[in-house]
């Protein structure tokens, strides 16, 4: 079950909209409650959450088609997140997408992805560390909360190439 944090005496006790969904005055707890639930059953979050992982797992510039499919699924199932991803890897433009080839592997999916190629034992994590930074992607360090991008424009440079098959 999810949780969030509730502080009464910081708690905007009047009468809210979220989204056009009226909130009566005085709910307290129970308002958090049902802005969550209004925005988990949004058909925003359910595009929104689709495409994120469309684009994640798919293409930098996933088929709008996949999206909408995602989408769908998300809105009928309840924001069932298993059957969406089931939607995406069944679907005819997923597959389209992935044999294109065109996802880049972010400086951390790089070097953990070889080191568990090649079965290695770790004794200094502190140096992995650095050499995801060098590759440009310290750990903690992007300070929007949104993070990192899941695009490979973000890794594809003259330097991130060099970086790459210096650690290779």
Aim: aromatic share 8%.
């Amino acid at each position: 079950e999810a949780a969030f944090f509730y502080n009464d005496r910081l708690h905007d006790h009047g009468a809210k909209v979220v989204l056009g969904v009226k909130i009566a005055a005085g709910g307290g707890m129970s308002d958090g409650l049902k802005v969550l639930d209004i925005l988990a059953r949004s058909p925003a979050t359910a595009h929104h959450i689709s495409y994120e992982l469309a684009q994640r797992f798919a293409a930098d510039d996933p088929p709008q088609a996949l999206v909408d499919r995602m989408t769908a699924t998300y809105l009928h199932s309840d924001g069932d997140l298993r059957q969406v991803m089931e939607t995406m890897l069944k679907a005819p433009e997923f597959w389209q997408a992935a044999e294109a080839r065109n996802k880049i592997k972010s400086p951390l999916e790089l070097v953990v992805s070889a080191l568990r190629g090649v079965n290695a034992e770790i004794t200094n994590p502190l140096a992995l560390s650095q050499i995801i930074a060098n590759l440009g992607e310290p750990l903690y360090g992007k300070e929007p909360p949104t993070g990192y991008p899941n695009t490979g424009a973000a890794w594809v440079s003259s330097s991130g190439l060099v970086g790459r098959m210096q650690f290779a």
